[in-house]
C-alpha cells in the first residue's frame, strides 16, 4: 500500500488508536496531521491540540485545511463509573461528548475539504454500538451513534454526488489506555490476547488505500482468541 501524496488527519491522536493510526498512515507516505487534547510529538507527524467536543476549535482546526483525502475519527474515552445505577448526567455527558458529538464536530468542521478531495471519513466505533457488553450503556449508545451517524452521513454525501465515502471501523478488546478505566481492569493475560492498536491502524489503513470508487460501510474487527459478536471472555 501507498498513501504518498495524500492528506490525512487523525484525531485522538496522542494515544491508543489514534496515534497507532497517525504513524501508520505517515509510515505509508501521508502528509498526516494528528489532533489531540494532549499535543505529544509523534515522529514524522504534525501534532496540534483539539478539544473534539469544541465545535468552534474544530472549525479553527480545519479552517485552512483546502483538501483533505483521509479523516480518522478516532478519539474516545470512557469512565469506571458506567453501570446504568452509576451512571450521572455528568457522566453521561463526558461520554457521549467525546464519543459521538467529538465524530459530528470534526466532520462538520472538515466536511468542505472532504468534498474537494471526494475524501473518505473513517470513524472508529465499537463492536459494543451493535453487540452488549460491558462497556456500560452510555458508551454503547454513544458508540450506536457513531454508527447510525455514519450511515446517514454516508447517504446525505451519496446523494449530493459529492463523492465523500463514510467508512466505520467496529473493534472490540483493544490493549489501550481505555482499559484501565474499567471498574476492573482486565488482567496481563487478557490484555496480551486482545488486538493491538496497531491491527486497528492497519485496518484503517487498508481502506484508506482502497480505490475511489470502492465503499466499505463498516468493518468489524475482533480478538480471536477473546471475542465472538455478542460474547466476551
Given at each position: 500500500?501507498?498513501l504518498?501524496g495524500?492528506?490525512a488527519?487523525v484525531t ?5 488508536i489514534?496515534?497507532?493510526t ?7 507516505g501521508?502528509?498526516?496531521?494528528a ?11 504534525r501534532v496540534?491540540?483539539?478539544?473534539v467536543?469544541?465545535?468552534?476549535a474544530a472549525?479553527?482546526a480545519f479552517a ?7 479523516l ?13 445505577d ?5 457522566g453521561?455527558?463526558?461520554v457521549?461528548?467525546?464519543?459521538l ?5 470534526v ?8 468534498r474537494?478531495a ?5 470513524a472508529?466505533?465499537s463492536?459494543s454500538g451493535?453487540?452488549?457488553?460491558r462497556s456500560g ?6 458508540k450506536?451513534g457513531?454508527?447510525a451517524f ?8 451519496h446523494?449530493?454526488?459529492?463523492g465523500?465515502?463514510f467508512?466505520?471501523?467496529a473493534p ?10 474499567r471498574?476492573?481492569?482486565?488482567t496481563?493475560?487478557?490484555r496480551?490476547?486482545?488486538l ?10 487498508f481502506l484508506?488505500?482502497?480505490p ?10 475482533l480478538?480471536?482468541g ?5 460474547r466476551t471472555?
Amino acid at each position: 500500500m501507498s498513501l504518498a501524496g495524500r492528506t490525512a488527519v487523525v484525531t485522538g491522536g496522542s494515544s491508543g488508536i489514534g496515534r497507532a493510526t497517525a504513524e501508520r498512515l505517515a509510515a505509508l507516505g501521508a502528509a498526516v496531521t494528528a489532533l489531540a487534547r494532549r499535543a505529544d510529538p509523534i515522529p514524522g507527524v504534525r501534532v496540534a491540540s483539539l478539544d473534539v467536543t469544541d465545535a468552534a476549535a474544530a472549525r479553527a482546526a480545519f479552517a485552512d485545511v483546502e483538501r483533505l483525502d483521509v479523516l480518522v475519527a478516532a478519539a474516545g474515552t470512557n469512565i469506571p463509573a458506567r453501570r446504568l445505577d452509576e451512571l450521572t448526567p455528568d457522566g453521561w455527558d463526558e461520554v457521549v461528548g467525546t464519543n459521538l458529538r467529538g465524530v459530528y464536530t470534526v466532520v462538520a468542521a472538515a466536511l468542505p475539504a472532504l468534498r474537494a478531495a471526494r475524501g473518505l471519513v473513517i470513524a472508529i466505533g465499537s463492536v459494543s454500538g451493535a453487540w452488549p457488553d460491558r462497556s456500560g450503556p452510555g458508551y454503547q449508545a454513544a458508540k450506536g451513534g457513531v454508527h447510525a451517524f455514519v450511515r446517514g452521513a454516508q447517504l446525505d454525501e451519496h446523494e449530493r454526488g459529492s463523492g465523500v465515502r463514510f467508512s466505520v471501523v467496529a473493534p472490540g478488546m483493544v490493549d489501550t489506555p481505555l482499559l484501565d478505566r474499567r471498574p476492573e481492569p482486565p488482567t496481563a493475560e487478557e490484555r496480551a490476547r486482545s488486538l493491538r492498536p496497531e491491527d486497528v491502524a492497519e485496518a484503517c489503513a487498508f481502506l484508506a488505500a482502497l480505490p475511489a470508487g470502492v465503499l466499505v460501510p463498516e468493518l468489524t474487527i475482533l480478538p480471536a482468541g477473546v471475542q465472538a459478536l455478542g460474547r466476551t471472555g
